[in-house]
């Protein structure tokens, strides 16, 4: 379905029953998240971005709303009851199922694998990383599947920890569309590379650094990176990049070759000077222009390593490290 013709759609159809149908509702309306997915929308001008936006955000609501009411209950997967639709990710739609979990079901079965990407990621740093720093990645609760008694479709599920108060680097920026002050991503830097060093020493590779998936916790500044679909062990290729974004990959994901940490370094670079946009002083670019060489074997390999090589930019640049308050508003 072509974004023009979901927005039609949406705006035609009197009734949440017209827009879903009765045959398989579920996957009309994972046709019509594919087609409006703000992340999705490719070179679509203003209008139609825009246009895109409503019609997802009518959608979702609309879903919750004939969901619950085609069954006359909440629908449950496995021994969990879908409350509120949280987040629309990459692949999955996010679920609070209470006891500060969310539960992950993929759009697309098409798409187990990826999520059996997350399960070995996620289970492969709990055993083998730090326990000190295994805050900065989600903590799996569980992974199961479930078959759609409509459709016959069967879908692996993720459950994970959900932590209350986080927000994505997307988020700081539009806070700070200015760029944020490099004292401030300084500390989001520093603990993003400990999420990274925490998965390499464990020999898992993210593959998808990219601002939506870094979370921060303002206040006390904390960092959670999310949506390991994409990991991989290192020295393997990454399977797949976010739609969008192929321009915040470096050169060996295009040219499927092996990933290594510097990868994750070079996108996770990336991140960081995006988000502080022209307030980044030129020794934190030429920090970062060490962190994104072209090629993997130029690239730093250790985060551990180069978080204490950037405490030194740092140290020289401000000074001993003090504790800034941060603040996001919106």
């Keep these: 379905m072509r974004t023009s013709e979901a927005i039609h759609l949406v705006a035609a159809v009197r009734t949440d029953a017209e827009l879903f149908g009765d045959q398989a509702p579920a996957r009309r309306y994972r046709e019509l998240v594919a087609a409006l997915h703000p992340d999705r929308l490719g070179a679509a ?12 955000q009518q959608v ?12 006359g209950s909440t629908v449950a997967l496995g021994d969990y009851r879908l409350g509120a639709l949280r987040y629309a990710g ?6 609070d199922v209470g006891a500060d ?7 697309d079965p098409a798409d187990n694998d990826l999520m059996a990407r997350e399960v070995h990621a996620l289970r492969t740093i709990e055993e083998q990383g730090d326990p000190r720093h295994l805050p900065y990645v989600p903590r799996l609760v569980e992974s199961f599947r479930h078959r759609d008694p409509a459709t016959g479709a069967e879908r692996r599920i993720n459950v994970v920890a959900a932590v209350p108060g986080l ?11 200015d760029g944020v002050d490099p004292r401030d991503a300084a500390w989001m830097w520093r603990r993003l590379l400990v999420a990274l060093g925490l998965a390499h020493r464990a020999g898992v590779v993210h593959g998808a650094v990219l601002p939506r998936h870094v979370l921060i916790e303002p206040d006390a500044h904390g960092v959670v990176l999310v ?34 940490a510097g990868t994750d370094i070079a996108m996770a670079t990336r991140c960081m000077t995006w988000l502080m946009g022209s307030r980044a002083p030129r020794e934190l670019l ?17 985060a551990w390593q180069l978080l204490g090589e950037f405490d030194q930019v740092l140290e020289r640049l401000y ?10 508003t919106r």
Excluded at 45 to 56: G, I, Q, S, Y
Excluded at 60 to 71: C, H, L, N, P, V
Excluded at 167 to 177: K, M, T
């Design 286 to 302: 030429a920090f970062a222009d060490g962190c994104r060489q072209r090629f993997l074997r130029s690239r730093p390999d250790d």
């Design 45 to 56: 001008d203003d209008r139609e971005r825009v246009a895109a936006v409503e019609a997802f």
């Design 101 to 107: 979990r969310l539960l992950k079901l993929p759009r």
């Design 227 to 260: 949506d390991w679909c994409f990991a991989t062990p290192l020295g393997h290729t990454v399977p797949a990049w976010v739609p969008g974004f192929a321009d915040w990959y470096p050169p060996e994901v295009a040219k499927r070759k092996p990933a290594g």
């Design 90 to 95: 990459d692949l999955t739609d996010l679920y």
């Design 60 to 71: 979702t609501a609309r879903w919750r709303a004939f969901r619950d009411g085609s069954t």
């Design 319 to 328: 000074g001993p490290r003090t504790f800034r308050p941060f603040t996001l």
């Design 167 to 177: 927000h994505s680097l997307d988020d700081v920026r539009r806070a700070y569309p």
